[in-house]
Structures are given as C-alpha cells and as structure tokens.
C-alpha cells in the first residue's frame, strides 16, 4: 500500500531566519513528486524535513495520517539516496547492499533475497562482487539506490541523485529511476535543479522560490498555465521569451507591431512566448514581430534560432527540421495566438 504525505504550514527556521514558509502539499500515494527550483530556494531543506533530518519548527508533516514531526529519521519507514554515492570502499556490491539490513540483525536468508531482488531490479547482478572503485557512476548510483530498496521503504526521497553524473548518463539513468517508480509503485519525492528532469520524470512538479511554492501540478499544466514569470521562465526548454508589451485595454503592441490577440491588458504587461510555438511560415499564426537573425544553430533535427527585434529585445526561436535560415536576414516571426502568455505588471498570469 503506497504512502501519502500531507505538509501542513511547514515552516523552517535557523534562529530568526525563516527559510521555508508556512508549507502546504498534498502528496497522493504512489505519486512521483519532484521539488524543482534555483539553488537556495529551500528544496533539500523541505527534503530533509521530511526525512526526519532537520528538525521541523513550525507546522505538521503528516505521513499517512500520523503526524511525524518528533518521530525519529529511523521510524519514518523513509529511504533517502543523496548526491552522493556514499559506498563503503572497502566492501563488494553485495556487502554495500547488506550492510544495513545486518546492522539491523535481519536473518541472513531475508538479506540474501533482498538483496538479490534489488540487484534483480536494478540489473547489477554481474556486479556484486566488484568494489565499488571497479564501477562506473550510474553503476555506483545504482548501487546507492539499490541500498535504499533493500529496506523496503514507504517511501524514497532522492536528493539530487544525478547531478555528478555525465550528461548521456543522467538521460540513462533517469529513465531507469522512472522505471523503478514504475516498477515498486512507491510514493517518492526527488529534488533537482533541472526542469527536464523534472518534466521527464514527475507526476506532480513543486517549483519553489525563496521558501515558498510558487506552482504545483502535473508537468504539462506548469507548462501551459504557468501562475507567474517565475514559473513561465523555469519550466521550459529552451527558457520562454519574454517580451515587454505595450497594452491600452482594447490590443496589444509589441515592438510597435500590433497584436490580435482574445484577450489584453491595460498598462505596460510581460508577453510570453515559448521559442517552440513561434514558426517563420506565414499562416501559421499572427505576426509576432519582425526579428534579425543574429545566430543559426543546426542541430539535425532542429533549427535554433537567435534573434533580436527592431528595439533591441532577444527572440529566441526553435524550428523543427533542418531550415535554411540566414544570418543577418531580418525575418517574420509567427505565433498562434493560442499559444501567447500575458502577464501583468507584477508578474502574474492573466
């Protein structure tokens, strides 16, 4: 039976300074939680809160219907798989993988299943008895991970688990703890500064600023109907184009081009446009502007554009396919006015 989490009016604070503010989350059982955000923003704070590795002070963490919040790290029926890997040197695969449940006096036969059922799900089989200065760094991680499911834990939190890991080896290895998620149906929490991980791997994405949580929902809602700038500027990838705009109440005007757009503002508002939703081809939309191309990027399977406007504003553009673009050429810039974010003075969606 998976595990539900409920953050009450959390609060974090380090004598009179106050990192983590009045918290409100629902986790659902077996759902797949990622707290996103810039470094600073208190999501390894909120992570280990959780986990029963700071002490909380203020508010309830709830952990199916039981309030923790003075249970100790050891009875929270939590694993945590942190940055890093943390393996002993001086033991095989196997022996890592042991070391807890004999620290805890489980019988040998259960150590041996266990054990063998995460080498089985992790496909580390062919490793256990190599040390670990004889693997690689998703081999290692697996290890690390597979410390953590020999426990049988309610639930897993990873802190940043990829980040030391190169580029091929974070898309591999996320894939495989999607799987994992998949493949056990625990509830898991999983921090990262990375959107595309993010996006990738969650059921329900947290971004958190400053202590607060500015947005929480599934991926592709945050992606969508982003609340505000902040979350508009973080998930996305490549990173959304903002654009000031000139609005009187009746249109809106951007780079002195007026745009037809269902809805306005009044004032001086934010235009947002995703550089994937913004084509070169007349008819696909109205015209956003007319932008010089400062730099082409051919990447095969897509064509990146980098652009400015007539009064000085960036546009960056993500065309699929091979497109002959040339430098210094100033082109039309289209968008289907579905697809426009407008965002008021202070920041918010409207």
């Known amino acids: 039976m998976a595990t539900s989490i409920q953050l009450r009016q959390l609060v974090k604070a380090y004598g009179d300074m106050e990192v983590i503010h009045n918290i409100d989350l629902d986790i659902d059982p077996g759902e797949f939680t990622v707290f996103v955000g810039p470094s ?4 390894s704070t909120l992570l ?6 700071e002490p909380i002070s203020g508010g309830d963490l709830v952990i199916d219907g039981q309030r923790m919040n003075d249970v100790p790290a050891a009875r929270r029926g939590i694993a945590m ?4 890997y943390a ?3 001086h033991m095989n695969v196997y022996q890592n993988l042991a070391f807890g449940l004999e620290t805890a006096k489980a019988p040998k036969a259960e150590i041996q299943q266990r054990v063998q059922r995460a080498a089985d799900i992790l496909q580390i089989v062919p490793l256990l008895q190599r040390k670990p200065k004889q693997l690689s760094g998703g081999q290692r991680q697996r290890v690390a991970i597979g410390r953590a499911i020999v426990r049988e834990p309610k639930i897993f939190l990873f802190d940043e688990p990829l ?4 580029a091929e080896l974070r898309v591999q290895m996320r894939v495989e703890i999607a799987k994992l998620h998949n493949d056990l149906g625990n509830t898991m929490i999983y921090v990262t500064h990375d959107q595309v991980e993010a996006m990738t791997m969650a059921d329900k994405i947290v971004v958190l600023r400053l202590g607060v949580i500015e947005q929480a929902g599934a991926p592709l809602e945050l992606y969508n109907n982003p609340k505000n700038l902040f979350v508009a500027g973080f998930i996305g990838s490549p ?8 609005a009187d109440g009746s249109g809106i005007s951007v780079a002195g081009n007026a745009l037809a757009l269902p ?4 004032g001086t508002a934010t235009l947002g446009a995703r550089p994937e939703h913004i084509t070169l081809q007349p008819g696909t939309g109205i015209k956003l502007a007319d932008v010089r191309v400062d ?10 554009v980098y652009a400015t406007t007539a009064n000085g504003q960036p546009v960056n553009i993500v065309l699929e396919g091979q497109r002959p673009v040339e430098l210094g050429s100033t082109v039309t810039a289209y968008i289907d006015p579905a697809r426009v974010h407008l965002f008021n003075a202070d920041g918010n969606a409207l």
């Open 263 to 266: 809805r306005s503002a009044a």
């Open 239 to 246: 990173k959304m184009n903002f654009l000031t705009a000139t």
């Open 295 to 304: 730099l082409v990027e051919n990447l095969g399977g897509q064509t990146v």
């Open 48 to 53: 280990r809160m959780i986990a029963g590795l």
């Open 40 to 43: 600073g923003c208190g999501k």
């Open 81 to 84: 798989v942190f940055q890093s």
């Open 163 to 166: 980040s030391n890991l190169d």
């Open 87 to 89: 393996l002993y040197p």
